[in-house]
């Protein structure tokens, strides 16, 4: 006869399956099914970003055999239609955000590539660059309103899983708070590309002019990987990614 007081397991996550496999001890987690329970109640309650439904978009744009590039945000953006699950990333049609105009200026000061008139980085994703926030839910208008709940634990052991993969990683650490998780990366395997945060706060005293396409274009090439096109495709709509 079953437990009575025994809770039900806490569904799987729409991801695919390299992720699912790679990340499978997390989700027997007492903290897995504590954050879900959270973002269920915070969805009833308030409007939550990303939609459901995008909020692994990440991991389905870049599959876990395929990650060639981590580049690790912090918190998705809280603007009405603004996240989608890429960090850094915003639709076609939705304006371009500071930080992403910094990061287009230094790119086009890297690499000669003209900013991109939308915000949508899908081809990066689609090439093997993960980007993956710290925390992956927001409420509108309340920017690190989820932090603390548990996603941290869940990227934490996502940035884990690929510091474990058999192939070198680049992984980008924009700012201090993504400076701090280098503790989960294997030095002596991947590379690391650092400097301040591309917000508009830290972007002018360590952001711009610190090159971090051509390091990463670089660190590929030297570990027998093709470089990244950095460039965004403007004919690109909005769509489900």
């Known amino acids: 006869m079953p437990d009575l007081f025994e809770t039900e397991p806490c569904p799987l996550p729409a991801l695919p399956p390299s992720w ?8 027997r987690k007492p903290y897995w099914a504590e954050l879900q329970a959270f973002i269920a109640k915070e969805r009833d309650g308030f409007t939550i970003f990303p939609p459901d439904e995008e909020v692994f978009t990440a991991f389905h744009l870049t599959p876990y055999e395929s990650v060639r590039v ?8 809280p603007g009405e239609g603004q996240a989608h699950g890429l960090s850094f990333s915003v639709k ?4 371009i955000p500071a930080s992403l105009r910094n990061i287009y200026q230094e790119l086009k000061d890297d690499l000669e590539i003209e900013p991109a008139k ?5 081809n990066w994703a689609k090439q093997g ?12 208008g309340e920017a690190n ?10 990227t934490d052991a996502v940035i884990r899983a690929v510091s474990a993969k058999p192939e070198p990683v680049v992984f980008v650490l924009w700012g201090g708070y993504a400076q701090k998780k280098v503790k989960l990366i294997d ?55």
């Open 92 to 95: 076609p049609g939705i304006k």
């Open 20 to 27: 699912l496999a790679a990340l499978a001890d997390e989700f």
């Open 187 to 241: 030095a002596s395997r991947h590379a690391t590309v650092q400097s301040a945060h591309p917000s508009p706060l830290s972007a002018h005293t360590g952001f711009i002019g610190s090159k971090p396409f051509s390091k990463m274009n670089a660190a590929l090439l030297q570990r027998g990987f093709d470089e990244i096109d950095w460039r965004v495709d403007n004919r690109l709509r909005a769509s489900k990614d």
């Open 70 to 77: 981590l580049i690790l945000g912090q918190d998705p953006y």
């Open 145 to 154: 309103s989820h932090k603390g709940q548990g996603w941290e634990l869940f």
């Open 118 to 122: 939308i915000g949508h980085l899908a």
């Open 129 to 140: 660059v993960l980007m993956l926030n710290a925390v992956l839910t927001v409420r509108a």
